[in-house]
């Protein structure tokens, strides 16, 4: 059990699109999910939370604006990156967990470039 | 803010040794502590975690322990193999906020 998805696995989009992550529980409903970003042998920067049927929270310095988040369900959120640029490039990942205390169970994250 | 340093950035061992890696957290509300492994291009994977009504953990190979009064926690992982080459990340959470902080990482190579 706890298994999360994550689509797409790789996108690549010119400047000034934008771009959709999916990220799904497929196996739990997760009450939390939350949105990471990893550049190449660095840690995991949480980027935002997002709870089921409310607006997500931000971490200090992300743009809501750019980085829009929606947990419309208990098995998905979304991650759009709008008007993207090349500085957006990274690694995505998505984890959830049922409850806010549990344990976070990660996605297999989302490489974007922006070109 | 909240921080959580984790040592050493890398570590190589041979095959059949023991592996510790160390981290120190700065919120003394913090009382979850999981650990994940993540393999090049993967995702984090739990390996164990700990919370903090408890001083040590153990599952097979792997162990965690706790000091609270020190605010540290170690990963301990004995008989190295090949596969348990990664990085390591620890990270800290509290009640309330349930957001993980994490450590920088610890990339961990197991010599054959």
């Known amino acids: 059990g706890a298994v999360v998805s994550q689509h797409p696995s790789w996108v690549i989009c010119k400047s000034g699109t934008s771009v959709k992550i999916e990220c799904r529980s497929l196996d739990f409903q997760a009450t939390t999910m939350f949105w990471y970003r990893q550049f190449p042998k660095q840690s995991l920067m949480l980027m935002a939370t997002s709870n089921e049927g409310s607006k997500a929270t931000y971490e200090q310095g992300v743009e809501k604006d750019k980085f829009l988040i929606n947990h419309a369900s208990l098995t998905l959120s979304t991650l759009t990156v709008t008007s993207a640029h090349p500085e957006d490039s990274s690694f995505y990942i998505c984890?959830?967990?049922?409850?806010?205390?549990?344990?976070?169970?990660f996605g297999p994250g989302t490489r974007l470039t922006v070109l | 803010g909240e921080n959580v340093e984790q040592h050493p950035s890398t570590l190589s061992v041979q095959e059949g040794d023991s592996a510790v890696i160390k981290c120190t957290y700065s919120d003394s509300a913090s009382n979850y502590f999981p650990w994940y492994k993540q393999e090049l291009g993967k995702r984090p994977q739990l390996i164990i975690d700990i919370r903090s009504n408890v001083g040590e953990k153990k599952d097979q190979r792997i162990a965690v322990t706790l000091n609270k009064t020190a605010k540290h926690f170690s990963l301990h992982i004995t008989e190295t193999q090949p596969e348990d080459s990664a990085v390591y990340f620890c990270a800290a959470s509290k009640e309330g906020t349930y957001k993980y902080i994490f450590g920088t990482g610890t990339r961990l190579k197991v010599l054959a």
């Open positions: 984890s959830a967990s049922r409850t806010s205390t549990d344990t976070q169970y």
